[in-house]
């Protein structure tokens, strides 16, 4: 099976062919810039160099979230547009389950964390049992402190949450709190990829393009904004 892959959730923005779970090509941009920008460049360069089109592509699997709203919403415009376009069907992967799979097999536990802003984060807590990766904790979005505060074991933590805070991390947990190298806390759209492979080989469960909608955990900056904005109003007119 011939598989294109994308993530745009985070910082990265990263387009993988596969064919089962072989890599043929991954192409990444940790540019920084806006990733409408550059996403549709690498689907294209990436079949390029495969000397394949989209049209050869049985599936296609793409980050649901959490992760940036607006870098969730292009990558999963841009594979609707795809699948509509030539009638492909799109697998959903979650970045924070991608980022477990990244951190490698562990006697620990494993904690993905993705910076949400607000000084919060997305996270959720996995552990290898024989070649199985267990969900041992529920995708959410909460504080670091909030985060970590049930964790009473060595663990290790891999994302750009776990980049951003790892002095409060560290500071709580010492030398129980272990962290990946720096380059395997983006999520790979190789990842990506490989669980979706693995998710159609197992049920061939797919979603259709209109239930096919980001995986937030939370309110948009613009609509908690609008909220502070509204309880600002409301106070005012209630003096």
């Not at 690498?42 to 296609?60: C, F, G, K, Y």
């Not at 970045?95 to 536990?109: M, N, P």
């Not at 267990?134 to 964790?151: S, T």
């Not at 409060?168 to 962290?179: C, P, Q, Y």
């Amino acid at each position: 099976m011939i598989l294109l892959a994308l993530d745009s959730a985070t910082e990265s923005c990263s387009v993988a062919v596969l064919e089962d779970e072989n890599l043929l090509t991954e192409l990444t941009d940790i540019s920084g810039q806006t990733h409408s920008k550059h996403l549709m460049v690498l689907v294209e360069t990436a079949l390029r160099m495969t000397n394949l089109s989209i049209q050869d592509m049985d599936v296609l699997a793409v980050t649901r979230g959490p992760g940036s709203f607006t870098g969730l919403r292009i990558g999963l415009s841009a594979a609707k547009g795809l699948a509509a376009a030539t009638r492909k069907q799109i697998i959903p992967v979650s970045c924070l389950e991608a980022l477990a799979w990244q951190s490698g097999f562990s006697d620990r536990l494993i904690y993905s964390v993705i910076d949400a802003r607000r000084n919060e984060v997305y996270a959720a807590g996995y552990r290898w049992s024989d070649d199985v990766l267990i969900k041992e904790q529920p995708e959410h979005v909460c504080d670091v402190a909030e985060a970590i505060q049930a964790i009473r074991e060595p663990c290790d933590f891999i994302g750009n949450g776990a980049v951003k805070y790892q002095q409060e991390i560290t500071a709580l947990l010492g030398s129980s709190a272990h962290f990946a190298p720096g380059f395997n806390n983006m999520v790979r759209a190789a990842t990506v990829g490989f669980l979706g492979f693995r998710q159609w080989k197992k049920d061939k469960r797919v979603t259709r393009l209109e239930e096919l909608s980001p995986q937030y955990l939370r309110k948009s900056d613009a609509q908690l904004n609008q909220n502070i904005k509204v309880s600002s109003i409301k106070e005012k007119h209630d003096r």
